[in-house]
């Protein structure tokens, strides 16, 4: 399965923009995340493009993600990326066993938090961030309150990567899409 296939499966399932822009975002930090470890780029950003595609139509615990598993099948999505998918949700109890499992795990709830913090920037924008402002914010618990610090932290540790060090990673990585996710702020709209 190649990009444009998944993007087909999101665009036809996926309407809202923030969405979208969540998808996109774990997409960038799954790349980022398959170039460091040597794996294959492409599967790994389709998996993180996908995970999250049947939420609108199952937005429920109890639905999402497995309700969306028989829709990955017909697809024709490889099976790797069907159990990444299912099993970056904690309470389908399907467990992460691999890498790719593992870097979707950590990647999808952070991407949430960092967007949530860039919002509220004077600069509106990622090229500014810096995990010393993710610290500051998730100390305050009301802040995206929404935002599972837990599984955040038990991400990074089952990746085997420090949390903060993953934190600057996604940063990055999310980075190089900045516009496409509305996060280039200001300094981007001078150039």
């Known amino acids: 399965m190649n990009r444009d296939e998944a993007l087909a499966i999101v665009n036809q399932y996926v309407k809202n923009p923030n969405l979208i822009n ?9 790349r980022f995340y398959a170039r460091k470890f040597g794996e294959d780029e492409e599967r790994w950003a389709v998996a993180g493009l996908l995970h999250d595609f049947d939420w609108e139509i199952h937005p ?11 829709i990955l099948r ?7 990326i069907i159990h990444a998918v299912l ?10 066993e691999t890498l790719m499992e593992r870097a979707l795990f950590a990647c999808d ?25 993710v610290k500051k914010k998730w100390k305050d618990k ?3 309150a929404g935002a599972d610090r837990e599984e955040m932290e038990l ?4 990746l085997g990567i420090d949390l903060w060090e993953h934190v600057d990673n996604v ?3 999310m980075n190089l899409i900045a516009a496409d996710l509305g996060l280039a702020g200001l300094e981007q709209d001078n150039t």
């Open 109 to 133: 709830e952070v991407t949430g938090l960092i967007t949530a913090i860039a919002l509220v920037r004077p600069s509106k924008a990622l090229y500014d961030l810096k995990s010393k402002s």
């Open 22 to 30: 969540h998808m996109l975002a774990v997409e960038a930090a799954m």
């Open 155 to 158: 991400g990074a540790k089952e």
């Open 171 to 173: 940063i990055a990585a």
């Open 60 to 70: 429920t615990m109890e639905e999402h993600p497995t309700a969306g598993e028989p």
């Open 87 to 96: 099993s970056h949700a904690t309470h389908t109890g399907i467990k992460r």
């Open 142 to 144: 009301s802040f995206a």
């Open 74 to 80: 017909e697809r024709h999505v490889p099976e790797d």
